[in-house]
């Protein structure tokens, strides 16, 4: 069983930044893709970053620019480096590892961005 551990979630002010970390909880292989979806108050879950195995990368029209994932192969580890943040990027994020087709998903972090 494949777990998730996110970090880095907290209180910013817009225009600030914070940086969000991903951990598998063991060694993985076979990972297709790892990424960052998030889930607004109202809102459906919606990506926000992805990254393949290869290290391309996709991101959501309203974070190009702003948002940077990168990932660790040798610690199975995601991060998400949010810039310029804005209220409207207020949500719980969610890591997301795609293995063999199946998807796993870690527990949530909060982001507030609010003055």
């Known amino acids: 069983q494949v777990q998730l551990v996110e970090s880095g979630g907290g209180l910013v002010q817009p225009g600030g930044s914070l940086r969000l970390s991903c951990a598998a909880s063991?060694?993985?292989?076979?990972?297709?893709?790892m990424g960052w979806f998030r889930r607004a108050p109202g809102k459906q879950r919606e990506l926000v970053a992805r990254i393949t195995t290869g290290g391309m990368t996709h991101y959501a029209d309203s974070v190009k620019g702003r948002f940077t994932i990168s990932k660790d192969n040798a610690k199975n580890t995601v991060y998400l480096q949010m810039n310029s943040l804005k209220p409207e990027a207020t949500a719980v994020y969610y890591c997301?590892?795609?293995?063999?087709?199946?998807?796993?998903w870690g527990q949530g972090t909060q982001v507030i961005v609010s003055s």
């Open positions: 063991k060694l993985i292989f076979n990972i297709e893709t």
């Open positions: 997301n590892v795609v293995i063999r087709s199946n998807a796993y």
